[in-house]
Nanobody, 123 residues
Framework: QVQLVESGGGLVQAGGSLRLSCAAS????????MGWFRQAPGKEREFVAT????????SYADSVKGRFTISRDNAKKTVYLQLNSLKPEDTAVYYC????????????????WGQGTQVTVSS
């Protein structure tokens, strides 16, 4: 089982960029599908992006496609989320999560979660 710790959140103006990192512990990181999700105040947690264990396959929510990029470095046991062209509606706590199996945007299928990192986009 892996443990996950996110970092890289912060306050940024609309149109700006951030890079989130999710560092994992454990020897089997390279076997996990990794996902990024976010939750804004008063809203349900929503899917952002997911990446296959090898990094060769990715999938994005329509709301972030073309602006966000998910990647991973299995040697560093880290998954990244590059956030570009940020909008105020991207404001949320961002979580990374891990699962073994197929790519999925369903948060209920992920059984390991980090503590989250706050992203705030000002207009």
């Amino acid at each position: 089982q892996v443990q996950l710790v996110e970092s890289g959140g912060g306050l940024v103006q609309a149109g700006g960029s951030l890079r989130l990192s999710c560092a994992a512990s454990g020897r089997t990181f390279g076997t996990y599908v990794m996902g990024w999700f976010r939750q804004a105040p008063g809203k349900e947690r929503e899917f952002v992006a997911t990446i296959s264990p090898s990094g060769s396959i990715t999938s994005y929510a329509d709301s972030v496609k073309g602006r966000f990029t998910i990647s991973r470095d299995n040697a560093k046991k880290t998954v990244y989320l590059q956030l570009n062209s940020l909008k105020p509606e991207d404001t949320a706590v961002y979580y990374c999560a891990a699962r073994q199996g197929n790519l999925s945007g369903n948060s209920y299928l992920y059984n390991t979660w980090g503590q989250g990192t706050q992203v705030t986009v000002s207009s």
